[in-house]
């Protein structure tokens, strides 16, 4: 594999479509559609939706918005080097990759049928060449459309929309507090972090398993 890009994002998505679900959507199902407290969820949404870029290891680049699911045009700059490149550049990670605007290598722009998108993010040269020393800047578009409903992974939303509901409902309650007990009143175990039903990362198991197929590769 090559050294590590530099990397950019050319067109950053705003505020309001980086969130992996909407107010109205948690709206339904907390509180049967009525417009309650519709300036909290949305914080909790963007709360969420940044805790499951990073679960995922999104690329971030410096001085920017953190990293989204959310539609962005990104760059990613490979310097000259001396020694030699394998036939794959590995993209940094941003999913999903809509598609690949320009490949640029050595200040030539490759056609399309030179180049291949494999599983992984990995950019592959056709017929076995391998990508030269020279820089090479590649341009693609990554991410959802998520101003578009029927864009959104149902169950990822459906994930998204369950740890939101999770974050509302305790948001009063003490997060130190396991169980508690009043005799002949009230009796109550909560979930928390750690625990059988919270990962240690604060996220639900369902959201952590809608995540599964979207985090970085490890690399061996």
């Not at 994002?9 to 009525?34: C, K, Y």
């Not at 001085?63 to 550049?89: D, I, M």
């Not at 009796?187 to 972090?193: E, G, N």
């Amino acid at each position: 594999m090559s050294s590590d890009p530099i990397f950019e994002v050319v067109s950053a998505a705003e505020l309001e479509d980086r969130r992996l679900t909407t107010a109205a959507n948690v709206q339904a199902v907390l509180f049967d559609g009525a417009t309650t407290d519709t300036a909290l969820i949305e914080a909790l949404i963007d709360r969420v939706s940044a805790m499951a870029a990073r679960r995922c290891n999104l690329a971030r680049a410096a001085g920017v918005a953190p990293p989204t699911f959310g539609r962005e045009t990104c760059r990613a700059t490979w310097r000259p080097q001396s020694g030699r490149r394998t036939g794959t550049l590995m993209l940094p990670w941003r999913v999903p990759i809509v598609s690949i605007s320009s490949v640029v290598e050595d200040g030539v722009t490759l056609d399309s049928s030179a180049y291949s998108l494999r599983p992984g993010a990995m950019l592959e040269l056709a017929l076995d060449r391998c990508w030269s020393s020279a820089g090479i800047v590649v341009t693609y578009v990554t991410g959802w459309d998520l101003a578009d409903e029927e864009q959104r992974p149902a169950d990822f939303e459906s994930a998204v929309i369950d740890q939101v509901k999770v974050m509302y409902l305790s948001r009063d309650r003490d997060p130190t507090i396991r169980s508690e007990d009043v005799p002949g009143v009230h009796s109550a175990t909560y979930s928390v972090a750690g625990g059988d039903s919270i990962s240690g990362n604060g996220l639900l198991p369902q959201l952590e398993a809608a995540l599964a197929d979207y985090r970085a590769p490890t690399i061996l």
